[in-house]
């Protein structure tokens, strides 16, 4: 059992930066992926980032936020963050982080229903 809590969002205008936060408790993995998803009202769950812990890490972005967010991680405070710069107002959405234990099979990054374990989400809103 994992579970996940986000933090970080907020209010901000278009050009600024914010860093959201997920810090995990349970059970731990020795193989894993993190991914960050999105979702805006009406629309549906879209990949945002994610990044894969074996031997070393492989990173995953979706290509409208390449060179605008990054994914990384603190392993002595089991948490995971996604720094975003340079927000637009398209970014606007609720923002989840999740786990996927490969349970020693393959990794699916993308796809939101191979991970297992989500948290509840958090508020990003960017203003124009």
């Known amino acids: 059992q994992v579970q996940l809590v986000e933090s970080g969002g907020g209010l901000v205008q278009a050009g600024d930066s914010l860093r959201l936060s997920c810090a995990a408790s349970?059970?731990?993995?020795?193989?894993?992926?993190v991914g960050w998803f999105r979702q805006a009202p009406g629309k549906e769950r879209e990949f945002v980032a994610a990044i894969i812990r074996w031997r070393s890490d492989s990173t995953y972005y979706e290509d409208s936020v390449k060179g605008r967010f990054t994914i990384s991680t603190d392993n002595a405070k089991n948490t995971v963050y996604l720094q975003m710069n340079s927000l637009k107002p398209e970014d606007t959405a609720v923002y989840y982080c999740?786990?996927?234990?490969?349970?020693?099979?393959?990794?699916?990054?993308?796809?939101?229903?191979?991970?297992?374990?989500w948290g509840q989400g958090t508020q990003v809103t960017v203003s124009s």
């Open positions: 999740a786990v996927q234990d490969p349970d020693g099979g393959l990794i699916l990054v993308r796809s939101p229903g191979s991970y297992h374990y």
């Open positions: 349970g059970r731990t993995f020795s193989r894993y992926a």
